[in-house]
């Protein structure tokens, strides 16, 4: 299965656009974490575009991006970037490796003539942690790289990996944090939030991260707070 993946990998479909237009009946997918069959995909459409939303595990699990083609060949996959993902694999994004594996990079894209913006990356608050090593299972640049443009164009929805944070995640982290830089990312990422949702007014938000089944309102946006694996029908 490594040489698989290593000799599949490399089959690269560098004719996708950089303008990314999504068309047909499209899911969005919470954090899988490099387990592909715990996904029910079969309850969704024949064709159907599916939005991973980051923490795929790509990076950590060799054979993932493989068993996303092979196992599901009639869907096309749409990679948003996670903390638990290798940032190497989203540098020349956007791009496809096989026939229907996509990586987004940041930005706006459009789901049916709607206009969206994707935002990858976050913080693993445990990466201090001794099971954490560089490289391996845990990399430089996990945390949002997206630069709010001086000029934002309104949006239906954002497709972030991270998000405004559920009423059931504390505010204050509880893992290993000595100086202090992980606390501080997370509160810089929260006003992160609150000025997109300001800049670009979207009528809804969908994340993973937290692992939580959340749905509520902020302000005039909707947040979809996705479980692993959990399937939201846009």
Same mark, same amino acid.
């Given at each position: 299965?490594?040489?698989?993946?290593?000799?599949?990998?490399?089959?690269?479909?560098?004719?996708?656009?950089?303008?990314?237009?999504? %068309?047909?009946?499209?899911?969005?997918?919470?954090?899988?974490?490099?387990?592909? &069959?715990?996904? %029910?995909?079969?309850?969704? *459409?024949?064709?159907?575009?599916?939005?991973?939303?980051?923490?795929?595990?790509?990076?950590?699990?060799?054979?993932?991006?493989?068993?996303?083609?092979?196992?599901?060949?009639?869907?096309?996959?749409?990679?948003? #970037?996670? %903390?638990?993902? /290798? *940032?190497?694999?989203?540098?020349?994004? *956007?791009?496809?490796?096989?026939? %229907?594996?996509?990586?987004? *990079? /940041?930005?706006?894209?459009?789901?049916?003539?709607?206009?969206?913006?994707?935002?990858?990356?976050?913080?693993?608050? /445990? @990466?201090?942690?001794?099971?954490?090593?560089?490289?391996?299972?845990?990399?430089?640049?996990?945390? +949002?790289?997206?630069?709010?443009?001086? #000029?934002?164009?309104?949006? =239906?929805? +954002?497709?972030?990996? $991270?998000?405004?944070?559920?009423?059931?995640?504390?505010? =204050?982290? $509880?893992?290993? /944090?000595?100086?202090?830089?992980?606390?501080? &990312? +997370?509160?810089?990422? @929260?006003?992160?939030?609150? $000025?997109? +949702?300001?800049?670009?007014?979207?009528?809804?938000? &969908?994340?993973?991260?937290?692992?939580?089944?959340?749905?509520?309102?902020?302000?005039?946006?909707?947040?979809?707070?996705?479980?692993?694996?959990?399937?939201?029908?846009?």
């Amino acid at each position: 299965e490594q040489w698989l993946y290593c000799s599949f990998s490399y089959t690269m479909s560098l004719d996708m656009k950089t303008d990314i237009n999504i %068309n047909g009946p499209t899911a969005v997918v919470g954090d899988i974490h490099g387990v592909a &069959y715990e996904m %029910n995909l079969y309850s969704l *459409p024949d064709e159907c575009n599916v939005i991973l939303l980051g923490d795929v595990g790509v990076g950590f699990n060799c054979s993932i991006l493989f068993k996303l083609s092979t196992m599901w060949p009639s869907h096309q996959f749409y990679l948003i #970037r996670g %903390n638990h993902d /290798d *940032p190497s694999y989203w540098e020349d994004a *956007p791009f496809r490796i096989g026939r %229907n594996v996509n990586f987004i *990079p /940041d930005g706006y894209l459009t789901i049916n003539e709607d206009l969206y913006l994707a935002i990858g990356g976050s913080i693993s608050v /445990d @990466k201090n942690g001794i099971h954490r090593i560089p490289f391996e299972t845990w990399w430089e640049g996990e945390e +949002i790289q997206y630069k709010i443009p001086n #000029r934002c164009k309104k949006v =239906k929805g +954002i497709l972030a990996h $991270t998000g405004p944070k559920p009423s059931s995640i504390p505010s =204050k982290i $509880t893992c290993k /944090d000595p100086d202090g830089s992980i606390q501080k &990312y +997370i509160d810089k990422e @929260k006003e992160f939030c609150d $000025t997109v +949702i300001k800049r670009f007014k979207p009528e809804a938000w &969908y994340h993973g991260h937290y692992h939580v089944h959340e749905f509520w309102k902020k302000g005039k946006t909707d947040i979809y707070s996705l479980d692993c694996n959990e399937i939201y029908l846009l």
